[in-house]
């Protein structure tokens, strides 16, 4: 094989042209029917095709995530849409709560409100606590 000689020499088998031809990746000797263009010329086939191969399957992976991204695009743009709406909704009611409260003469009953909120929450604790 070409392994352990000289750069040169291992060149100057490569180019020989005894008949044989010498695959220095594989360290393979071809016989006389063969050149060394041929040779060359059949690894660079191989690796045309291997490469096709790769870029094939990164077209495919490219793809993919071509479609994932517009899943998602589609998916956060329906979020933010609810978001509006939400936000819409909830700006709505507290407006209607502060004109209520206005209204109604100050936060007396906004108090009594949250007081009786307060309560309740205490009194289901306790009677949660005490069946258990």
Do not use: C
């Amino acid at each position: 094989g070409w392994r352990g000689k000289s750069n040169t020499e291992a060149r100057t088998e490569l180019f020989s042209s005894n008949g044989t031809s010498f695959d220095p990746e594989n360290g393979v000797r071809y016989g006389g029917g063969y050149s060394t263009q041929e040779v060359l010329l059949r690894q660079n086939d191989d690796k045309i095709v291997q490469i096709k191969g790769h870029v094939g399957a990164l077209k495919l992976m490219s793809n993919q995530i071509d479609d994932e991204l517009q899943r998602q695009n589609q998916f956060l743009d329906g979020l933010n849409n609810e978001f509006e709406r939400t936000s819409s909704l909830l700006a709505g009611a507290m407006r209607k709560t502060s004109n209520l409260l206005s209204q109604s003469g100050g936060t007396n009953y906004l108090w009594y409100f949250v007081f009786f909120t307060i309560f309740i929450f205490i009194v289901l604790w306790y009677f949660s606590g005490s069946s258990s």
